[in-house]
């Protein structure tokens, strides 16, 4: 089961930037390349809410609709580590944010980091 921890979050006003991180280890029959990698988000009192997907091999990605053209989903196979570059952040990007690897149909989720955008 691989390993896995957010930081980079924290207080920033509307309209500024965050850019997330996302460490994996703890591989043992696979490495980190064998892993599509996802960022999720919850806001208090709300369900938790997919944001980004990012391909294996990072040669393809998708966004939620309330993020697209403002958060850049990337990785680094080499480093085992992916990123949520954050741009333009509005009142509602606040919340709890999660990265999520996927093997199969298998699952790890890190223990999220809180972004809080206020002015």
């Known amino acids: 089961q691989v390993h896995l921890v957010e930081s980079g979050g924290g207080v920033v006003q509307p309209g500024g930037s965050l850019t997330l991180s996302c460490a994996a280890s703890g591989f043992t029959d696979f490495t980190f390349s064998d892993y599509a990698m996802n960022w999720y988000r919850q806001a208090p009192g709300r369900q938790r809410e997919f944001v980004a997907a990012?391909?294996?091999?990072?040669?393809?990605?998708i966004y939620g609709d309330s993020v697209k053209g403002r958060f850049t989903i990337s990785r680094d196979n080499a480093k085992n580590e992916m990123y949520l570059q954050m741009n333009s952040l509005k009142l509602e990007d606040t919340g709890v944010y999660y990265c999520?690897?996927?093997?199969?149909?298998?699952?790890?989720w890190g223990q999220g980091t809180q972004v809080t955008v206020s002015s």
């Open positions: 990012i391909t294996r091999a990072g040669d393809n990605t």
């Open positions: 999520n690897g996927v093997r199969g149909s298998r699952g790890s």
